[in-house]
């Protein structure tokens, strides 16, 4: 694991959260979801706080990663190993990495946080040896969906589900090209490369 991927686009450093950090990643996080409360069903919504809540507390992730900006923590996401199920029992085991609860501030929006947070994801599953990178999102999540996609993140439906009561839970992939260890491609990815 890497202790400080350092510095992305307009001064934001990525690095592994450490244990001091906890307590505002999960407020960072619950804010920055916060805003799907206006924006999807009722019953969507408590779905989503509760699943976003019962992530904040698993210690299934390998990887937290948060982001910096001005000395303060303004993103965070969650890398979630190989044969986890990430999602409980609403998904089969993976046989790639799956990036979940990617969040930023909303005041630091546009200064690049979220891809340099999925950009590290991407670096670390392929460093470690993964031909892909998974992740899932919903309709409601418009400008999430549009960053995957920019980045080469493709539908995956095989994968999606769909919880009671919730929106449907969309699949996506992103292909590493078997990985790549070391590889110039892979350091291209880095924040800031």
């Not at 950090?21 to 919504?45: F, H, I, K, S």
């Not at 470690?128 to 400008?143: D, F, K, N, Q, V």
């Not at 996609?149 to 995956?156: D, P, Q, S, W």
């Amino acid at each position: 694991m890497m202790a400080d991927a350092g510095d992305g686009p307009a001064g934001v450093t990525v690095r592994d959260a450490r244990d001091a950090d906890r307590a505002a990643v999960r407020e960072l996080t619950l804010r920055a979801y916060a805003e799907y409360a206006g924006v999807m069903a009722p019953t969507a919504w408590a779905g989503l706080d509760g699943a976003v809540r019962a992530a904040l507390e698993s210690e299934m992730a390998t990887d937290r990663i948060v982001a910096e900006h001005a000395g303060r923590i303004v993103g965070s996401v969650m890398l979630f190993p190989p044969q986890v199920q990430a999602y409980g029992e609403f998904t089969d085991p993976s046989h790639a990495p799956e990036l979940r609860l990617l969040a930023v501030d909303p005041a630091a929006r546009g200064l690049g946080v979220g891809r340099a947070l999925v950009d590290e994801c991407i670096r670390r599953a392929r460093h470690a040896g993964a031909a892909e990178l998974g992740l899932h999102t919903s309709r409601s999540m418009r400008t999430a969906m549009q960053l995957y996609l920019r980045m080469g993140f493709v539908r995956a439906p095989e994968t999606d589900f769909h919880p009671d009561g919730a929106e449907l839970v969309e699949g996506y992939r992103l292909p590493l090209d078997g990985g790549l260890k070391g590889s110039a491609r892979s350091e291209a990815s880095a924040p800031g490369g």
